[in-house]
């Protein structure tokens, strides 16, 4: 009885085949390509939303500080505990986050409605190169990262970051110092990630069971879509997840180096899922854009909010306001405790 013994040079032969008969030959340097590659189109994305970013902020939603549903004042009675206090401090906060979100959201899906001219043509060269990607790019991207070994272990080691190591880590790390070194624009940095996360994963979502795009590891072509077939290829979402967290942390802390470091890290993760066979190029390439559009538009949302409230307060205390500004109006007071929840509207 014979055993057959295993080949290597027959055995490389067969993983650098690709289809259609046509040889590849892996290359030792193709982790730092294809890293290169994305890093320098992370660069080159970052670089157009941070000239849109620098247009002046836009004006609230409805011109009650950009907020769909009513505001509710923290009011705490000099009787209160501290346990009340914390429990209607922390119901307050909890109740903007989510006026924010819904009025945020609503905000980005009827943008449309306002565009002009170059944002029609930012949306059509983003079309227009993920078009090139899908049919120049993504199958020869592929077959050339795929059967390196070293890119494979590249993408497993580095994939906890895309999957939520990222945002625990830097939500984290800034709520510790906003709190204990007492810095305002951390703990609002914390805020924006949530939000940005939030809203950007739904489009994410939204986009990916709407094209059907089957994943490269199905063996299907770069071009095979089937919508609402349960394929979501289309954007990638561990990739998104970082382009939203680099498009925060770039435009709450704007220098160098963190710039090099957000967008170096979320190109590193969209190579990573190209090095696992689990992501198209072109895949990365939408991520990116959906990631970095939706995050500086969330910051210049909340900045304009922010602005809105600051000058309504200085006329006010100027007498310089409006009559509809100085008029007395309803206010909303919340409070919370581990046994009971009130909600008080004063006329």
Request: proline share 5%; glycine share 10%; charged share 20%.
């Amino acid at each position: 009885m014979t055993t057959a013994r295993a080949d290597p040079a027959r055995d490389a032969s067969r993983r650098c085949t690709r289809r259609g008969g046509l040889p590849i030959i892996p290359s030792r340097s193709m982790t730092s390509r294809v890293l290169a590659l994305c890093v320098v189109a992370a660069v080159l994305l970052a670089t157009a939303g941070e000239a849109r970013a620098s247009d002046p902020p836009a004006p609230g939603i409805d011109g009650r500080f950009g907020r769909v549903m009513p505001e509710w004042d923290y009011a705490p009675g000099d009787d209160w505990s501290l346990t009340r206090r914390i429990g209607g401090r922390g119901a307050k906060i909890s109740w903007d986050f989510l006026n924010d979100t819904v009025s945020d959201s609503w905000w980005t899906m009827s943008a449309p409605a306002r565009w002009g001219w170059r944002d029609w043509l930012l949306v059509g060269a983003a079309a227009g190169a993920t078009t090139g990607l899908i049919f120049l790019v993504d199958e020869p991207l592929r077959d050339a990262a795929r059967d390196n070994p070293r890119f494979w272990e590249f993408g497993e080691n580095i994939r906890w970051v895309g999957q939520g190591g990222a945002l625990i880590g830097l939500t984290g790390g800034l709520l510790l110092s906003g709190i204990v070194l007492d810095r305002p624009k951390d703990l609002d940095t914390v805020k924006l990630l949530l939000e940005s996360a939030l809203i950007g994963h739904g489009y994410g979502l939204a986009m990916k069971y709407t094209a059907g795009r089957y994943r490269p590891r199905t063996g299907s072509d770069a071009r095979t879509f089937d919508p609402f077939s349960g394929n979501v290829s289309l954007p990638s979402g561990e990739a998104l997840n970082v382009f939203l967290l680099a498009g925060v942390m770039t435009s709450q802390y704007p220098n160098w180096p963190v710039r090099i470091l957000s967008y170096g890290v979320a190109g590193a993760v969209g190579a990573g899922r190209i090095a696992l066979d689990a992501h198209w190029g072109s895949d990365i390439f939408v991520s990116a854009v959906i990631g970095i559009a939706v995050s500086k538009t969330i910051v210049k949302l909340n900045r304009s909010r922010a602005q809105d409230r600051e000058a309504k307060r200085r006329l006010e205390l100027k007498g310089a306001a409006t009559p509809s500004l100085r008029k007395k109006k309803g206010r909303h007071f919340f409070s919370a405790t581990a046994r009971s929840v009130r909600w008080t509207y004063q006329f």
